[in-house]
């Protein structure tokens, strides 16, 4: 494997009509934080370079349509929430959850015809998912781990470059030694040792086991945008959805479970973390200013997100698109590897007309050691 140079397909690009686009849209994403959506409004919503509408009607029901008017195709997003349907702002006419058109105001009838198209949501730890590809939605995945008598913690940052750089990054354990050499990965014996590495495929994707003298550490990536492992004592989930093919949000979703002051005071805790983090330079514009040599690594070792600053630097100095054809990946490289295999294979399949593989979510999940996973 040492040096070894290989022609990768376009895992980039998700766009609709894309290789890697179609293959995305195979499966349930986050798409919101439940959190963030008020009831009665409609908003923009734009996953893998295509655009939505988002709303939450009245009763609280999350729902996925088209972004524009079968009228004049004005933005529907600009319109009015009517109990369990939506009012375009522009003439009127009026939608219901399954997307047909129940009023045109100016007109004097309502053909069934006129019906937008509709996308399957499902609302569960914290987070509003969607299925936005073509036919019968697949089973929703089970997240049984995070569902419980635990506290949830859901963030959404933004990260201002390509997803699957994020999805590398977080396969990558040689990075904690260099990229986060100052952080809190130092204080748990994260850079004092190089990794040993193992790796298994999975009916989900890949088991990871990365062993640092004493220390174990397992995660799992699980197809096709999935990570799950530790983060301090709490179970993590993260899923890394393009907005466009140079940006994407990293839905994040943190489960504790104790007794109700250790819950308590680990929710407070976060809350003051993500305080702190609202009211410092964002971290995507700390990076980008070490990248352009505005300023020092050094300088951004008090900002309260500092392994994402961290991670910023290493993933926007690689540039807009990745030069994978020469790369020299090695032995350390491994569990990097076997994921693209698994996407390639799965790429190689849907272009040849095949079905892809179907990979089984688990129920359950052991993920052991309390160290934090990178690249949230």
């Known amino acids: 494997m040492i040096g070894i140079k290989r022609k990768w397909p376009d895992f980039e690009r998700t766009g609709p009509g894309t290789l890697a686009g179609r293959y995305m849209r195979r499966f349930w994403h986050p798409v919101f934080a439940s959190a963030q959506l008020d009831a009665g409004r409609a908003r923009p919503l734009r996953i893998m370079g295509q655009d939505f509408t988002l709303l939450l009607t009245q009763s ?5 349509l088209a972004d524009r008017c079968l009228h004049r195709g004005t933005l529907l997003s600009t319109g009015t929430v009517e109990g369990e349907q939506l009012r375009c702002f522009y003439h009127g006419w009026k939608y219901d959850p399954s997307g047909r058109c129940t009023e045109r105001p100016a007109e004097r009838t309502c053909p069934e015809s006129l019906r937008l198209r509709t996308y399957p949501t499902h609302e569960t730890v914290g987070l509003i998912f969607a299925y936005l590809g073509d036919g019968e939605a ?126 308590a005071e680990w929710l407070a805790g976060r809350r003051e973390t993500a305080a702190r983090i609202a009211a410092a330079p964002p971290a995507a514009e700390v990076s980008a200013a070490i990248v352009r040599g505005e300023l020092p690594v050094e300088s951004a070792k008090d900002h309260p997100d500092l392994l994402s600053v961290q991670d910023g630097v290493a993933l926007l100095a690689q540039g807009v698109c990745a030069d994978r054809e020469n790369e020299a990946l090695g032995l350390s490289d491994i569990h990097l590897v076997k994921m693209r295999r698994l996407w390639s294979q799965d790429l190689s399949d849907l272009d040849a007309g095949r079905e892809p593989r179907k990979w089984l979510w688990p129920a359950k999940l052991k993920v052991t050691s309390g160290l934090p996973e990178t690249g949230g």
Request: glycine fraction near 6%.
């Open 138 to 263: 697949p089973p929703f995945p089970p997240l049984d781990p995070l569902q419980g008598d635990g506290v949830l913690f859901v963030e959404t940052p933004l990260r201002p470059f390509n997803y699957f750089r994020q999805i590398e990054n977080a396969l990558d354990e040689v990075h904690f030694n260099f990229v986060h050499r100052v952080s809190p990965f130092a204080d748990q014996g994260m850079i004092t040792e190089l990794p040993e590495l193992r790796c298994e495929e999975t009916e989900f994707g890949l088991s990871r086991i990365s062993k640092r003298g004493s220390i174990e550490r397992q995660t799992y990536f699980l197809m096709p945008n999935s990570n799950a492992s530790l983060f301090f004592g709490a179970r993590r989930q993260v899923w890394r959805v393009p907005i466009d093919d140079t940006s994407h949000i990293s839905f994040t979703v943190d489960y504790l479970e104790g007794t109700t002051d250790e819950k």
């Open 60 to 64: 609280g029901r999350a729902q996925v």
